[in-house]
């Protein structure tokens, strides 16, 4: 079965300051790969996602994130962070292998940005 | 518009009651989904709709029943709940329900069961 490991449960960071969300996925054949991020009392929205190709992945609000298979890792960046990104980011996967249409999701992380 | 919508946003409900979560979305997608989520947690899968026909079930107690009457809109009939059912019920929905779609949320009803 798949999983996924998001290694820190939060991330305090100062504003402007870079960030790096980890994501580790248990399988190393093709697997689909997604950041979500939850903002408080809200419900989930896509950052972006991984399929194939290019390993560096740009989403919304200047995330990006990279793909390294060998790693099995899909981690998630942003060179300068602002207050409005304090939310819950969730690593996901779809795993075509397992046959189940449905995605897993890491424990979350919880990015506090402080000023 | 990919907006999915979910009513009602709060609940409240005591062990005896009967409700029914809504869930709708008019961006032509064929799988919606029901997840929980518990305070700090990720969300849980608990059902799978593919072309209105339930196509997973996470193993979820008989007193969730899901609904799916039509292409547009999903139900979740709720009935003699227990307190630890209290949490955070999402709805989303995706083009077709393939491994590589984007999912998209509703907000979410927070219910609590008395």
């Known amino acids: 079965a798949q999983s996924v490991t998001q290694l820190d449960s939060q991330v305090p960071v100062f504003e402007e300051a870079p960030v790096e969300l980890r994501c580790n996925y248990s399988?190393?054949?093709?697997?689909?790969l997604f950041w979500y991020v939850q903002y408080p009392n809200q419900g989930l929205q896509l950052l972006l996602k991984?399929?194939?190709?290019?390993?560096l992945v740009k989403g919304i609000n200047g995330f990006e994130a990279e793909f390294n298979k060998s790693q099995t890792s899909f981690h998630l960046r942003k060179p300068s962070v602002h207050i409005s990104d304090t939310a819950e980011y969730f690593c996901?996967?779809?795993?075509?292998?397992?046959?189940?249409?449905?995605?897993?999701f890491g424990s979350g992380t919880r990015l506090q940005v402080q000023p | 518009d990919t907006e999915v919508t979910q009513t009602p946003k709060h609940l409240v409900m005591g062990m005896t009651n009967k409700k029914s979560l809504k869930c709708e979305q008019h961006m032509g997608h064929r799988a919606m989904y029901w997840y929980k989520q518990k305070a700090k947690k990720p969300p849980e899968l608990m059902f799978v709709y593919s072309y209105e026909k339930l196509s997973i079930n996470e193993s979820v107690p008989s007193r969730f029943s899901p609904e799916c009457p039509n292409s547009s809109l999903l139900n979740l009939h709720l009935h003699a709940l227990q307190p630890e059912d209290s949490a955070l019920y999402l709805c989303?929905?995706?083009?077709?329900?393939?491994?590589?779609?984007?999912?998209?949320f509703g907000p979410g009803t927070r219910l609590t069961v008395t």
């Open positions: 989303a929905s995706s083009q077709t329900g393939t491994f590589d779609e984007e999912q998209y």
């Open positions: 991984y399929l194939s190709g290019s390993t």
């Open positions: 399988s190393s054949v093709s697997v689909y």
């Open positions: 996901a996967v779809s795993d075509p292998a397992t046959g189940r249409r449905a995605l897993t």
